[in-house]
């Protein structure tokens, strides 16, 4: 009889239902669409910041102190060590492999440039580069090279093909002093060149020449060698635990440190790769990237905070107006013997039912919401975050009980008579 | 004849005391709607500049170098801040080759370490050196980068640069994962004195979009004539890129709330005008003309809304002071002109709830009401 | 509203009904409450209007109270065509003509009794404190002016109600079962204010299903399915 009564009253009177099952709808899908971005927009935000490019530098560790101000080499690298190029796959088989996004490896040079018309030659900073390599690790390959590293480069022209011996991108700058347009042919060291792009980057890169590594690595007579390599890597940002010496933690921390994708842990993994390798991350970058991280994030937690206690309060309001118009039904029931449990059990029971219907809904709708707000903003869908959906329906259950309940208990303590006679 | 206060706004009185929790509810509502709007609104206003804030933390976005091999002219400082505005930070740099007790080559910087300390929040430093307390004649107070602190033997080294030799003594150790690690950074007016050089290098750190940066470029351009000024396109471009896709969401976001807490108080408050629909066939069956009793809900609604707003303005200016207290570590101070805003949206609201039902009613006979359900 | 009443004044009876047809649209197609009406109501006169429920007892009233438009025919009261006013000029005329006193009372809930004739004064012209006081005091409420209706009983509340119908000193009154929530001591204490109302002049038009009540009024007018079945006067009930 209970559930009857309950079927019953939830598919009457479906004009009062409505108001409060549209505001729980509403509600729980702006909840579920504000914590769904909440959660991901760390997720997001760090593929953002991947446009600032490397955030761990490689270097070989016994290696000469580098002579370099403003970006240029004031003595030409001599010897000095490298590291393997053939080494960089063993990079995709550490812990964190998947927050690898990209691998730069650079060999810079000096080479002597001459240009096809008699010229004077002249000695050039050259550096050797990936444009996009395919690595290979286990079945799976990965494009990498430094345009993805760098996008703030831009290019006229084309990139040169990675296994080509006779091809080289030029600095703006560069290409600009010695009168140098796409295309052209140059010799290089005496051996013939096609210019295929020329690049503009705003920094250093704008007065080098610019080679497929495997030309700076026949050039230099080095074969396999690079001198160091850019990583970007997708980390988070670092807190107490990460700034701890890693050597001085307890295993257990150690663990918990050596499986975060901090910046320090993946450098630390990279470093176990790689013989002879330094890993650092570069600061300027990870530390700026995290405090961009944490306030985006923490900004769009506090909006889904204030989201949420909107729309809580909003659902509540609705809830007590959807009751207090139903004061004669419950009038009516205590007239006609129903004892004050069984009215507050139909009554909670009926919101119950209507905030779960209407939560679920909502949870649907604001997933969508979330995943379309997502492709708008960032270009890549929010995916529906299944934990989020008990989350919705507690609130929704929670918020329409708690904003129903004062109007039902408040009128179940009334006299039945004095219910039914004040009418409205 | 004794005439009472009897008037509308007596009778919107005693309707609101007597129907309280539902006052109170769509108060609440009218409140909650006022507060997320005047809390998003301001948020949303300062954002660019919060936003921009935090994008300090990635340090200079010009750099301002010197002809190759000379250096900047003396001047040059003061008309950078003349024209970079207070807002701005500024830190020299001069670099020199300069050779170990080996006769290994190692890069020596002069800078400000005030000016740098403010600037590159980054760098890994165990204790900043205190430049105004070096003292004539004692070793000059050095930052090593870690890396070259491996081509020193001990604390207390001596550099050669140009037949003159310096005592260094190793205040502190600089980490940064970049080029710095293998420099050595001394106070600007000790590396003047000692290689006869001024600073090369200005790099400077302009807050502001990407717009900004370029207006700034060009000024610098202009008013210094042989110096190389160059954005770091890396920072300026990615900075405008998140920051614009923060603002649409954002602004996704606003939308939203806004949407759904409107929608929400304007079933509450048209539910509760449709409640007194009994209320309205009386008056009319008491001769009232359609204005009155239409007055009547308005003013109510009017009233309601009112209250909310001044309420939910307040709240709402709090809630995003506490934000960017907590969040951006920054005033957000209130935006007054919220206030009107969220007033009239408020209103807007209210008067829509109100108007609604009344024009339900307006097609209703009043006959059907009174008979009741 | 002086116009209108006098030109009522004359010849013309005070409200005549032609040809009223109440016609309401529900999901088995339309349903007919009143079906051909014709019906001449004198100045002075009090009505019964009787039937079992449904038959369009209740219509006719709302429809002579303004407050329902007929489908067909024609309704004039005090020599006006009600048909002919406006929305803004009903809501005068209801004001200065009629005053209503309903089966459940309708008083404004968060009104007091006083504040409720105080309402009817403040849509009609002016409130007048005093007048209103006397009023209540006329249907011996003088002690419950400040009550809400929630703390009057069911016959006080309509004593509110008679009081505030008749406050504006309308032509006519109209009863919508006008004891029919009331226990025997009060429907006595209702029923004596409408003879005493009927002895002052006023028109009374009352809908009942009680034949008792329905014995006080000059006239009965029996409703069966929309149409007048029976027409009886009862002057010699009426003499007593």
């Known amino acids: 009889m209970f559930f009857r009564l309950l079927l019953e009253s939830l598919f009457r009177q479906r004009r009062r239902k409505l108001l409060a099952a549209t505001a729980i709808l509403l509600g729980t899908a702006t909840v579920t669409a504000m914590l769904a971005i909440g959660t991901s927009v760390g997720d997001k935000l760090n593929h953002e910041l991947s446009s600032y490019g490397a955030n761990i530098l490689v270097t070989p560790k ?154 700076a690595q026949k050039i230099t007579g080095q074969p396999d060698a690079v001198r160091r390599v850019e990583v970007q890597a997708l980390t988070k940002p670092e807190d107490a635990l990460a700034r701890r010496n890693p050597d001085s933690l307890s295993p257990a921390l150690h663990d918990r440190w050596y499986c975060s994708p901090y910046a320090n842990s993946i450098a630390y993994q990279i470093q176990e790769a790689l013989p002879n390798a330094q890993a650092e991350p570069i600061r300027r970058i990870t530390q700026g990237e995290g405090t961009i991280l944490q306030r985006i994030s923490g900004l769009m937690w506090l909006v889904a905070l204030a989201a949420l206690l909107a729309a809580s309060f909003a659902v509540a309001a609705s809830m007590t107006t959807a009751i207090l118009e139903r004061k004669q039904e419950i009038g009516l029931m205590r007239a006609m013997g129903a004892s004050q449990f069984s009215v507050a059990s139909l009554f909670f029971a009926e919101t119950a039912l209507l905030s779960l219907l209407s939560g679920a809904l909502g949870y649907l709708l604001g997933s969508l919401l979330a995943a379309r707000v997502g492709w708008e903003i960032f270009h890549s869908t929010i995916a529906f975050n299944p934990v989020l959906l008990p989350a919705a329906l507690g609130m929704a259950l929670l918020v329409s009980i708690a904003g129903g309940a004062p109007s039902v208990l408040r009128t179940l303590g009334m006299q039945p008579a004095a219910v039914l006679r004040e009418d409205g | ?207 502001g979009s990407a717009a900004q940066v370029e207006d700034l470029l060009h000024r610098l351009r202009a008013a210094l004539p042989g110096v190389q000024v160059h954005a770091v396109r890396q920072l300026v471009e990615s900075e405008g890129r998140i920051v614009d896709r923060t603002r649409s969401l954002m602004l996704s976001s606003l939308v939203l709330i806004a949407l759904t807490v409107g929608i929400c108080v304007l079933a509450t408050l048209t539910a509760s005008v449709l409640e007194r629909r009994r209320d309205f066939a009386i008056m009319k069956a008491l001769g009232s003309t359609q204005h009155q009793v239409a007055l009547l809900f308005l003013l109510e609604a009017a009233l309601l809304a009112l209250a909310g707003a001044a309420a939910g303005y307040l709240l709402g200016s709090l809630c995003a002071f506490g934000i960017g207290a907590w969040n951006f570590h920054a005033t957000i101070p209130p935006l007054w002109q919220a206030a009107p805003a969220v007033l009239l949206l408020n209103l807007f609201v209210a008067l829509l709830a109100a108007g609604l039902p009344m024009r339900i009613l307006r097609t209703m006979e009043p006959a059907t009401l009174l008979r009741g359900e | 509203m002086a116009t209108i009443l006098q030109s009522a004044v004359g010849s013309e009876a005070l409200i005549h009904l032609h040809g009223l047809t109440r016609e309401y649209a529900s999901r088995a197609g339309a349903v007919r409450a009143l079906d051909q009406v014709t019906l001449t109501i004198e100045r002075g006169e009090w009505v019964a209007v009787m039937g079992p429920s449904g038959s369009g007892k209740s219509t006719l009233v709302n429809i002579l109270g303004c407050l329902d438009q007929p489908t067909h025919g024609s309704v004039r009261i005090a020599g006006t065509d009600v048909h002919q006013l406006s929305r803004q000029e009903l809501d ?46 006329s249907v011996g409420l003088g002690d419950r002016a400040t009550h809400l ?81 029976a027409e009886r006067r009862a002057d010699l009930t009426a003499q007593k």
């Open chain 2, 1 to 207: 004849m004794k005439r009472t206060q009897f008037s509308l706004g007596f009778i919107v009185r005693r309707s609101m005391v007597h129907r309280r929790v539902r006052s109170l509810a769509a108060l609440l509502a009218l409140t909650v709607s006022a507060a997320v709007a005047t809390t998003l609104l301001t948020l949303y206003v300062s954002l660019n500049r919060q936003l921009h804030q935090q994008f300090r933390a990635f340090g200079a976005n010009i750099v301002l170098t010197a002809p190759d091999g000379s250096t900047l002219p003396s001047e040059t400082l003061a008309t950078v801040r003349a024209i970079a505005g207070s807002e701005s930070r500024i830190v020299p740099f001069a670099y020199a080759v300069a050779q170990t007790a080996d006769g290994a080559p190692i890069v020596v910087a002069g800078t400000d370490f005030n000016a740098a300390r403010a600037m590159d929040s980054w760098w890994q430093v165990s204790r900043w050196p205190n430049a105004a307390a070096a003292t004539p004649g004692s070793p000059v107070a050095a930052m090593v980068g870690t890396r070259a602190q491996g081509f020193l033997h001990g604390d207390d080294f001596p550099l050669t640069y140009n037949g003159h030799t310096l005592a260094l003594h190793t205040e502190a150790t600089l980490r940064t994962g970049a080029a710095e690690d293998s420099r050595i950074f001394i106070p600007l007016a000790a590396f003047t004195a000692w290689t006869g050089q001024s600073a090369s290098t200005l790099e400077i750190q302009a807050p």
């Open chain 3, 149 to 229: 209706p929630s703390q009057l009983s069911g016959g006080e509340q309509q004593r509110v109600c008679i009081a505030r119908a008749l406050i504006n000193q309308p032509p006519i009154l109209l009863a919508d079962e006008p004891t029919g929530n009331l226990d025997a001591a009060n429907q006595e204490i209702v029923q004596e204010h409408l003879r005493t109302l009927h002895r002052a002049g006023h028109t009374i038009v009352m809908v009942t299903h009680d034949p008792e009540m329905a014995s006080l009024a000059d006239r009965t007018v029996e409703l069966h399915h929309g149409r007048i079945a």
């Open chain 3, 92 to 137: 005068r005329f209801r004001a200065e003509t009629i005053g209503f006193i309903f089966q459940q009372f309708h008083l404004i809930p968060y009104l007091t009794a006083l504040e409720n004739i105080l309402l009817a004064q403040y849509f009609h012209s002016m409130t007048d404190e005093d007048e209103a006081r006397r009023a209540l005091a």
């Open chain 1, 62 to 215: 016994a290696d000469t102190l580098d002579v370099v101000v403003g970006g240029v080499s004031i003595r030409p690298a001599t010897a000095g060590s490298y590291l393997r190029e053939s080494d960089l796959t063993k990079l995709k088989g550490i812990f964190w492999r998947n927050n690898i996004l990209n691998l730069s490896p650079e060999l810079p040079l000096h080479a002597t440039l001459t240009q096809a018309q008699p010229s004077q030659p002249a000695t050039v900073p050259a550096l050797g580069l990936w444009f996009h390599h395919t690595l290979h690790y286990g079945t799976e390959s990965y494009a990498m090279g430094a345009p993805a590293m760098h996008r703030w480069w831009r290019l006229q022209g084309a990139w040169p093909a990675d296994a080509a011996l006779d091809q080289a991108a030029i600095g703006s700058k560069l290409a600009a002093q010695m009168h140098i347009a796409p295309g052209d042919s140059v010799a290089l060291n005496g051996e013939p060149v096609r210019i295929t792009g020329i690049v503009s980057s705003g920094d250093a890169t704008d007065r080098t020449l610019l080679l497929p590594l495997a030309l």
